[in-house]
């Protein structure tokens, strides 16, 4: 037998959403699918995004801007950043395993949250280097504890804000306070997947960190919002050293043609933005009142999903809503077997989910 290296065997592969296709073959459904297991955004794509790569969808026989040189310059345009603070991912989850590789020697260490996105724990063991995993307090990311959970061999810190599985955020004054106290040699990843839904002015200004500190990344992506999860486009934010660092280590033309339009007619969404957010806090509304009355515990979101637990092995619930035609993700890797992750669908979606847990509890 070949043998792969010891780390290889140590890492545990990530276990996305199912796709509709592969539910609707394995299952022999025949009636209409809905995913709301991946956080996609139920209205569709940006519709100037759609008109963009339509347009472009002819010149697939050249190679892309390997520099992503005018999504960047809108980015930075948008965001009042430089474009060589920049680095653009075919999703934001390439970045992570470009950072832990930057950043990690085997015998390093990086601090993440138990139970939150399970990628950050995927790209440390790319790295085969080592987890400290702090547990959560009151479904959020336990910050006093990170920092006392930092060892001399750290050199990294991974925040979802919010939290992939449970939605929840550290609000602006604590993470700015966390800043101050973590040392300048480590580096946090501050990853704001679900940030364009958030309204809250409490919501952490990352930005304004970005301008005071230098260790900080910040990740975002157009999986969500914009509907572009199929087109894998996400960004990171740092210092240019850092992203320096990145780019040496990314593979050429990582972001491909269509998608660099995509995002840069994405960008420009506002009316999509606003129904998508719009949409979104209707849903919030509708299902909390739904899961309240259906006795179940939920947990109030800052995203595009709602942690709902079940108080009992989830996997029976998520089989029968599939049988059902409705896909939602377990999260029993992440350490809640009794709850699913669901994501807010439309008016009709959400209906249909109420409608089908009323019959299946
Ligand atoms: C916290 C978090 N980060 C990153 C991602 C992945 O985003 P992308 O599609 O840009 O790779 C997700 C997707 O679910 C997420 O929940």
Excluded at 165 to 179: I, S
Excluded at 200 to 210: G, L, Q, W
Excluded at 241 to 250: G, P
Excluded at 294 to 305: A, H, K, M, R
Aim: a positive charge; hydrophobic letters at 40%; glycine letters at 6%.
């Amino acid at each position: 037998m070949i043998k792969a290296r010891d780390f290889v065997e140590k890492i545990k592969p990530y276990k996305p959403g199912k796709p509709i296709e592969e539910v609707a073959r394995e299952l022999n459904l025949k009636g209409e699918i809905i995913k709301l297991a991946s956080n996609e955004n139920p209205l569709g794509t940006s519709p100037l995004a759609i008109k963009a790569m339509r347009r472009v969808l002819k010149e697939s026989f050249l190679y892309p801007d390997d520099n992503c040189f005018y999504l960047k310059e809108a980015l930075a345009k948008k965001l009042n950043v430089s474009s060589d603070e920049i680095i653009v991912g075919n999703g934001s989850v390439e970045i992570l395993p470009l950072i832990t590789l930057a950043y990690l020697n085997p015998d390093d260490s990086a601090v993440v949250t138990k139970g939150s996105f399970i990628w950050y724990k995927i790209a440390v063991s790319i790295a085969g280097s080592n987890l400290i995993e702090v547990p959560m307090k009151d479904y959020t990311h336990d910050l006093k504890t990170m920092l006392n959970a930092i060892q001399n061999n750290t050199k990294l810190i991974f925040l979802d804000n919010p939290i992939n599985p449970t939605g929840t955020v550290v609000k602006r004054k604590e993470l700015e306070e966390f800043f101050d106290k973590i040392p300048e040699d480590i580096l946090v990843v501050v990853d704001e997947a679900y940030r364009e839904y958030i309204e809250d002015p409490d919501y952490p200004d990352s930005f304004k960190i970005f301008r005071s500190k230098k260790n900080i990344l910040i990740l975002r992506t157009f999986s969500k919002i914009y509907g572009l999860a199929g087109a894998r486009l996400g960004y990171g934010i740092a210092r240019k050293e850092i992203i320096t660092n990145l780019m040496k280590l990314r593979i050429s033309f990582n972001v491909n043609r269509i998608s660099q339009i995509a995002g840069i007619a994405a960008l420009d969404d506002e009316e999509f933005v606003k129904k998508a957010i719009k949409v979104n806090n209707e849903g919030k509304e509708f299902l909390y009142d739904a899961y309240k009355k259906l006795g179940l515990f939920y947990i109030p979101t800052y995203s595009n999903f709602i942690f709902v637990d079940f108080g009992k092995d989830s996997q029976i619930i998520f089989e029968a809503l599939q049988r059902e035609g409705i896909i939602t993700r377990t999260i029993k890797e992440y350490g809640f077997p009794n709850a699913l992750r669901i994501t807010i669908g439309t008016e009709k979606q959400n209906r249909r989910l109420i409608n089908t847990l009323k019959k299946i509890l």
